[in-house]
């Protein structure tokens, strides 16, 4: 894997892992669906104007053959990342951050045993990577007694549903204009997030108004940044390294909770952040190595 895949995919997760401290105060006055709606709907602004600003030199690359339209494709995930991205939404009304943390963050076993089902070669060290990196999240996450609920039950299956997104990215990561897949999947997840907020929520515009700053980060740096960051990012990662740099969401989540929230991290949670990170020096040894 190429050095700019990976640090286009930590970057995702450093977005996403901030993220985290967005969506505790941003739903504190609004529902799941609400926040959801109002942060891809920015996003998909933030994404809108880039493909405007950048029409010009893509209209170019597909003429030179390089790119075919990705809309179709962004359509697709977009379906993936709504379920997910829902899923994980409403768990957290039934279950910890931290458990949502780590059983979330499952798909970095099951992207690569998908991987496998569908032709692709997993290389040795991403599996040693890949069981580092699930026990360091362990550490980092799990701190209270291990009881199964129903959000639990949610989130086990959400898992699922990511490693199908994170497996189309890879798909057509390569192959299609990249803007397009972001701009139109983040389009979808925002429509598919109004409609259930119809039906499941009543936001007024003062709970909105009072998470502005909340939802505007998560719209830009998350939804809008950190997506396209990880298909461009899987442009160049296989599957199951990607799987592992993006779960470093958990780490930057973890840091920026005790930088902004005043959280401490335990001598436990320490340990699972440097066992995650010899996760990803494990995926990338034969690059360190030369």
């Known amino acids: 894997m190429q050095v700019k895949g990976a640090l286009m995919l930590l970057g995702a997760s450093f977005f996403w892992g901030t993220t985290f401290v967005a969506q505790m105060t941003g739903m504190e006055g609004l529902g799941p669906f609400s926040y959801a709606a109002t942060r891809y709907f920015i996003g998909f602004i933030f994404l809108t104007a880039v493909l405007i600003f950048t029409k010009k030199s893509r209209a170019k690359e597909r003429r030179a053959g390089k790119l075919s339209r990705g809309f ?30 780590f059983i979330t963050c499952l798909y970095i076993m099951f992207v690569p045993l998908a991987a496998v089902f569908l032709g692709k070669k997993i290389l040795r060290e991403n599996w040693i990577g890949a069981i580092l990196a699930l026990t360091g999240l362990y550490f980092l996450a799990i701190n209270e007694a291990i ?17 199908a997104q994170i497996l189309v990215i890879d798909k057509f990561a390569a192959k299609v204009d990249i803007l397009e897949l972001s701009t139109a999947q983040i389009f979808l997840t925002a429509v598919l997030s109004f409609f259930a907020m ?13 998470a502005a700053i909340p939802i505007i980060y998560g719209g830009l740096m998350s ?23 993006m779960s470093f969401e958990s780490i930057f989540g973890a840091v920026s909770s005790w930088l902004i929230l005043g959280e401490v991290m335990t001598g436990r949670e320490i340990f699972g952040c440097v066992l995650m990170i010899a996760g990803i020096i494990a995926t990338q040894w034969r690059v360190i190595r030369g």
């Open 72 to 101: 179709l494709a962004g359509l697709i995930s977009g379906v993936f990342l709504f379920l997910a991205s829902s899923m994980q939404q409403i768990s957290m009304l039934y279950t910890t951050a931290g458990k949502a943390a």
């Open 223 to 245: 939804s809008g940044v950190a997506f396209t960051l990880q298909i461009y990012g899987q442009k160049y990662a296989e599957p199951s390294a990607a799987a592992i740099l």
């Open 147 to 163: 009881t199964i609920n129903k959000g639990d039950v949610i989130l086990f299956f959400s898992a699922f549903i990511w490693t």
């Open 198 to 210: 119809l039906i499941f929520e009543t936001p007024t515009l003062d709970t909105i108004t009072n």
